[in-house]
């Protein structure tokens, strides 16, 4: 990246945090038109939820790797499974807000006892978590692709890194939790 892109990845990492959630808050909130989209079949839109979970078990996986490598000192190795575990997050993020324009949320199935005092808290907290990790995940990213990997030891990247990972880890794990109570458990 130039030079530019070096000396401003505060702002590369907040215009991305802001165009990514205002995407997932349009969709959830309704505002971007099915019609923008092309409808793929009712199978197709009911596998999602399906692929999506299989996403993020691959997407744990490879940030559990890529932390794996880089305690090892293997700075290629850790590259690309953390690079691979963004495109897996971006493949996640536009299969879900596919699904969520067309579809919209899916309703809980089970009891009210358990939608009050289970799955809500536990949606929520997943959100929450999806949330904050964004900016950590961007800036992260931005200084690792901004700079050579020697100059990343003057920069927060690991530090950063870190807290995004572990949010990361978090919320995709919650995210599968979510998954099993709306589609398997009830």
Same mark, same amino acid.
């Given at each position: ?23 997932? *808050?349009?969709?959830?909130?309704? &505002?971007?038109?099915?019609?923008? $989209? %092309? ?5 197709? =839109?009911? @596998? #999602? ?58 309703? *809980?199935?089970?009891?009210?006892? &358990?939608?009050?005092?289970?799955? $809500? %808290? ?5 959100? =929450?978590? @999806? #949330? ?55």
């Amino acid at each position: 990246m130039n030079d530019w892109a070096r000396e401003n990845v505060s702002v590369l990492t907040a215009v991305a945090s802001v165009v990514a959630l205002a995407l997932v *808050f349009g969709a959830v909130g309704g &505002v971007i038109p099915s019609s923008l $989209l %092309p409808r793929a079949s009712d199978a197709v =839109l009911a @596998a #999602i939820p399906h692929f999506n979970a299989a996403v993020s078990l691959t997407a744990i996986a490879t940030i559990l790797l890529g932390w794996r490598a880089i305690s090892r000192g293997n700075v290629e190795r850790h590259r690309n499974f953390m690079v691979t575990s963004f495109a897996l997050f971006a493949a996640f993020l536009g299969a879900y807000l596919y699904r969520l324009i067309h579809v919209g949320t899916t309703e *809980f199935p089970g009891p009210e006892l &358990v939608y009050s005092y289970v799955y $809500l %808290p536990f949606l929520a907290v997943h959100i =929450l978590l @999806a #949330i904050v990790c964004v900016p950590f995940v961007f800036h992260a990213l931005f200084l690792a692709a901004t700079r050579p990997y020697a100059d990343l030891y003057q920069t927060r990247h690991s530090q950063v890194g870190f807290v995004g990972a572990v949010l990361w880890l978090i919320s995709f794990t919650m995210g599968i939790g979510v998954y099993l109570l709306l589609y398997h458990v009830y």
